[in-house]
């Protein structure tokens, strides 16, 4: 398609998608997932037709037609540092230059041992010196183990199933129900110590039977990502994020 079409294309879809729900809608993910982790931007169609520039033109469009809206630039795998560094440098270009981005979403898809405390702090607070809010938009915690660089959210990764990836079909054992809840009190305990930068934090999915998690990225297992069990009960995890707020 020529690059005039695909900028018709994205013009019609944010005027209709905004303006039907202007003054409904309270934050919008404008642009989601142009940065390919430390390669720089995503060679998405976007990008091999209309250029960086793309991003910009949609935060204006979106802005144009609902301007009270809050505008978010949203991305997996923010607490790799080379990776917000790339987003925080366009961000600051974008508000040094007037477009209207309002916050970047950390979609936060992590594990009991990767996407550290530290490391997820480093990039909140790159953000929040970048000038945007910081919101949490896709929070889960994977428990199962994975093969070498598994560690993306890029929905066309597919591996083989094995039984050692799935080693908990029929429940998660007491003792990783305890380090899933320690983390869950971890990460919560992170968000409260940045709540004046951080607007909101929304997990992906509900309960464990709805996570993609099950699925991604190797099909048929059985995962315990979410705060609440299959039968849609409080887990573990629920009550230590519960509990934080009596302290």
Same mark, same amino acid.
Request: no cysteine.
């Given at each position: ?36 982790? !430390? ?25 144009? %037609?609902? +301007? ?31 477009? +209207?981005?309002? =916050?970047? =979403? ?50 066309? %990764? ?8 799935? +080693?908990? +079909? ?15 009190? !971890? ?17 992906? =999915? ?42």
């Amino acid at each position: 398609v020529s690059r005039d079409a695909l900028l018709r294309r994205m013009e019609d879809h944010i005027r209709t998608l905004v303006g039907r729900y202007k003054g409904k809608i309270a934050a919008w993910d404008v642009v989601n997932e142009a940065v390919d982790e !430390d390669k720089g931007w995503r060679k998405s169609q976007w990008l091999n037709i209309i250029g960086p520039e793309f991003l910009e033109k949609a935060f204006r469009l979106a802005h144009e %037609t609902d +301007p009270k809206a809050l505008l978010l630039y949203n991305d997996y795998n923010m607490y790799n540092p080379k990776k917000a560094a790339f987003v925080a440098e366009f961000v600051r270009d974008f508000k040094k230059r007037g477009v +209207p981005i309002d =916050g970047v =979403g950390m979609q936060a898809h992590v594990g009991l041992d990767y996407g550290t405390v530290e490391e997820l702090e480093a990039s909140i607070v790159l953000f929040a010196k970048a000038g945007v809010r910081v919101h949490i938009t896709e929070l889960d915690v994977d428990v199962l183990p994975g093969r070498e660089q598994s560690r993306t959210a890029e929905i066309s %990764t597919r591996q083989q199933y094995a039984a050692e990836l799935n +080693p908990w +079909p029929k429940g998660l054992p007491e003792e990783m129900e305890r380090r899933l809840a320690k983390r869950y009190e !971890d990460l919560f305990r992170l968000f409260l110590k940045h709540r004046d930068t951080i607007d909101r934090v929304t997990t992906w =999915g509900t309960s464990d039977d709805e996570s993609w998690k099950n699925n991604f990225p190797v099909p048929g297992r059985t995962n315990y990502p979410l705060l609440f069990d299959r039968q849609k009960r409080p887990k573990a995890a629920y009550r230590a994020v519960a509990a934080l707020k009596k302290q």
